[in-house]
């Protein structure tokens, strides 16, 4: 577990929980999933003392889960905030190990049986994990998964700004203000790495689109493919789970009074619009990665139909010819038939020159078929 307090201007790590926060600042306790049973204790006398409230056991049996959707909840001292951010890659591959060492436990003479993922990479990257925060108005608890980039990524950013700042002034402006404003800036960084991914979906979907409208496709990946669009709902729906618990808290920002921004008037009011600004540009972000996945899903759906028409249409092609086919020789075997009676007397077949006659009928017979059917596009190849 780390403790950081951060000031208007600066941040300090400490060993310790302080006896209280700055004055103009606020603390962070930020720790992995797994140590929370252990600093349970210390978590709650944090709360109670620099933020004025114990946590409910509701919130901490949360804060615990790691298959917590996102969701916004709130007390009348603090609000608690679970945001499922993207997984690593690292993440991924840990995720895909465990899988197999829990299928070598169960499965069949102890041999491990990795779990199937099939289709392209990309979508095997969505997966997400739960973070949970816990915002008081000096005092911010966030409980993060087994080591999670956000938490580290966005420290080490801090102590870059407030290192080489220029001055006080720029320093304040680039460090959080408030617990609140920490956790819109690590949510922000959290969404964005959804907006990354977005490319590499759409280039990857783009590779089974182009091998389904090739002209002789002989598709086969369909399992694949219909897991993609699985992963695409999952997107959706984690997406929507964001914006709903967001838009709670953003409202939520609204109703707060300004005294629980800052203690100045003018002050409070430029703190409180930055925040929502801030949560309107997350919320719009959101909005973004759920409008790319639902056009994923349509353009995936689309090509599939256009797939499958092209596929009708050459079937249609392929009987056209063989009823075109059907229709020269049918009269010439309705002549063969006749003449093949059994029969002895029948015109033309006691003279010499019956053979050529009927040879030469039944080829004019064809040359006007096929010039019907010609003319009538019967025969004429479909444009690709």
């Not at 400490?14 to 700055?22: C, G, I, R, T, Y």
């Not at 038939?337 to 053979?355: A, K, R, T, Y």
């Amino acid at each position: 577990m780390q403790i950081v307090e951060f000031t208007a201007d600066s941040l300090r790590f400490s060993d310790a929980l302080p006896a209280q926060a700055p004055a103009d600042g606020f603390v962070w306790l930020f720790l992995d999933r797994d140590e929370f049973e252990t600093h349970q204790a210390l978590l709650q006398q944090a709360a109670l003392q620099l933020g004025g409230s114990a946590l409910l056991d509701l919130h901490s049996r949360d804060l615990r889960n790691p298959a917590h959707p996102s969701h916004y909840d709130y007390t009348s001292i603090y609000d608690l905030i679970i945001f499922r951010r993207l997984a690593t890659q690292v993440e991924s591959r840990d995720e895909t190990e465990q899988e197999v060492v829990t299928e070598a436990a169960g499965g069949q003479g102890g041999l491990p049986r990795p779990k199937p993922r099939g289709g392209l990479p990309a979508f095997n990257r969505i997966s997400s994990r739960a973070v949970g925060f816990v915002v008081f108005d000096r005092l911010l608890i966030s409980v993060h998964p087994r080591g999670c980039y956000t938490a580290k990524s966005f420290l080490q950013r801090s102590l870059t700004d407030a290192k080489f700042s220029v001055d006080s002034v720029t320093a304040r402006s680039r460090i959080p203000s408030s617990p609140a404003d920490l956790v819109l800036r690590m949510v922000n960084t959290m969404v964005d790495s959804y907006l990354d991914v977005r490319k590499e979906l759409t280039k990857q979907l783009e590779h089974w689109q182009a091998e389904l409208l090739k002209p002789n496709s002989r598709f086969i990946n369909w399992g694949s493919l219909m897991g993609a669009r699985s992963q695409l709902h999952v997107l959706e729906d984690l997406c929507d789970e964001q914006h709903d618990a967001m838009q709670e808290w953003l409202d939520s920002l609204r109703e707060q009074p300004m005294s629980s921004f800052a203690a100045d008037e003018q002050l409070a009011l430029t703190r409180r619009d930055q925040m929502v600004a801030r949560a309107r540009d997350v919320i719009e972000h959101i909005e973004r990665v759920v409008h790319h996945a639902r056009r994923l899903e349509q353009s995936a759906e689309t090509v599939v139909q256009i797939h499958f028409s092209a596929q009708s249409n050459r079937t249609n092609d392929i009987m056209r010819t063989l009823t075109a086919l059907t229709a020269v020789f049918l009269p010439l075997n309705l002549i063969t038939g006749f003449f093949g009676m059994n029969f002895e007397f029948m015109p033309l077949i006691h003279q010499i020159s019956g053979f050529w006659w009927t040879l030469g009928f039944m080829v004019l017979l064809v040359v006007v078929v096929v010039s019907i059917f010609w003319r009538k596009r019967y025969l004429a190849r479909s444009r690709r």
